[in-house]
């Protein structure tokens, strides 16, 4: 549940004003003169609404409309979402919803972007989306103001451009640039990240094999004692083959694969068969998605040290439950989901995990985000047997016991002032 936690999440930051007296006195001197500068406009209003766009570079491009910051404000609110393609892709789809005097239209439509598209390329296929959408909208104010010119459609079907394609929708990703150096005369701290992604993705598959290598050092020279040294290495393979069974059903195979010191692991491996429901069309899993998931599987541990159950190695069979929800809409988004795995050969070793988070804007300008994570655990079969030292819990190299984790928070942003958001300045 966690990972599709963190898959809808967006940050938000706090924006506070001290003494608020003076935001106030701010707010009323500014508003009746923003409010009457944006009534006598005669550009379109939009509110752009994308988390994974490039809104200065759609403000620089496109300077025949008013870039409002609430939708309030606007007479179109332009919502885009994004999600993988069958032809390893991205795929966007926008929505223009019309205010005021354009309460009336509204319309969707997508575009895809393939693998290969530099990122510039990337941008300017979302800015024509954009004009041609907003085109319906302008006309309304000025008919004379745009004149058309029609691309040729590309109407070959997934299958017909499979054909074509040497790589049978295969993706390939080298990584290896996350090294981290931190040098002083006494302290010395080494992280690295590298591995390889081979991805496939069709309208009947969805393949995933990935190896990762993880290694962080961290040494402290003491003058006239012995040096404090930790490191921590976590090396693992995740992999999965999912096949499409219509439009509710999945199913798939989860392979994975850890060593990993401070956690007591020296061989983890994974194999779990599993089946998804999708209450809702999968279809429609960018704007609103319920879904059940059951697995069943078999995992294998080799530990470097023996347990406090007073083993070395094992084989225990496991089954897992996720159910969530996710609602994404042009006034927020809400995600709620429960996590619950239990080990077979003593049901009295299980977890639970509750979680989710709602982001809404509540009055112009005005948005709150409430996130919460709470996590019962009683599954902690690696813990090593004896105590742990104090140099071992301050380097966090040895798990500890624990019932639980909780993790919460709240952020509110309040803005006022200009409503106009055209102005891009890129220096410093």
Not at 14 to 33: K, Q, V, Y
Not at 265 to 289: D, I, K, N, Q
Not at 343 to 371: C, K, M, N, P, Q
């Amino acid at each position: 549940m966690h990972r599709k936690l963190a898959r809808h999440t967006r940050y938000t930051t706090w924006r506070l004003c001290i003494p608020w007296g003076l935001c106030i006195l701010f707010a009323l001197i500014g508003w009746p003169a923003s409010h009457a500068a944006l009534a006598q406009s005669p550009a379109l209003r939009i509110y752009l609404d994308c988390d994974e766009c490039d809104d200065e570079h759609i403000r620089t491009e496109i300077t025949w409309v008013d870039y409002v910051r609430d939708p309030e404000q606007a007479d179109v609110h332009v919502f885009i979402t994004t999600y993988r393609t069958v032809l390893s892709g991205e795929q966007y789809e926008f929505s223009f919803i019309g205010r005021e005097d354009y309460s009336r239209m509204q319309f969707t439509f997508q575009r895809t972007v393939g693998q290969a598209a530099t990122n510039d390329e990337e941008r300017e296929a979302v800015n024509e989306a954009i004009r041609v959408g907003l085109v319906p909208f302008v006309t309304q104010l000025d008919p004379e103001a745009f004149t058309v010119h029609y691309d040729h459609v590309d109407t070959r079907t997934a299958e017909q451009t499979l054909e074509q394609d040497p790589w049978r929708h295969w993706l390939f990703t080298l990584y290896g640039g996350d090294f981290e150096l931190d040098l002083e005369s006494n302290r010395k701290v080494f992280d690295s990240r590298w591995g390889f992604f081979a991805d496939h993705r069709s309208e009947t598959w969805k393949i995933r094999f990935r190896p990762y290598f993880n290694y962080d050092l961290f040494v402290v020279e003491r003058e006239g004692r012995e040096d404090i040294r930790s490191s921590i290495s976590r090396h693992g393979l995740d992999s999965f083959v999912i096949r499409s069974l219509g439009p509710h059903w999945s199913a798939a195979v989860f392979g994975t694969y850890l060593t990993r010191n401070d956690r007591n692991l020296r061989h983890h491996g994974v194999l779990t068969p599993g089946v998804e429901y999708s209450f809702l069309p999968y279809a429609e899993a960018t704007r609103r998605a319920i879904t059940l998931t059951y697995m069943l599987g078999l995992t294998y541990t080799d530990y470097f040290e023996r347990t406090i159950f007073d083993v070395t190695e094992e084989w225990l069979p496991r089954h897992e439950a996720d159910f969530s929800m996710a609602l994404r809409r042009p006034w927020g988004d809400i995600f709620c989901g429960v996590e619950l795995s239990q080990y077979l050969h003593d049901t009295s070793v299980l977890s639970a995990e509750f979680g989710g988070f709602i982001s809404v804007r509540l009055f112009e300008g005005f948005s709150l985000r409430v996130e919460g994570e709470y996590e019962m655990i009683r599954d902690q079969l690696s813990l090593p047997k004896g105590d742990a030292t104090l140099s071992e819990i301050l380097l966090q190299q040895r798990e500890l016991a624990t019932d639980y984790s909780f993790s919460s928070s709240i952020a509110v942003t309040y803005t006022f002032g200009s409503r106009l958001a055209n102005v891009v300045n890129t220096r410093f």
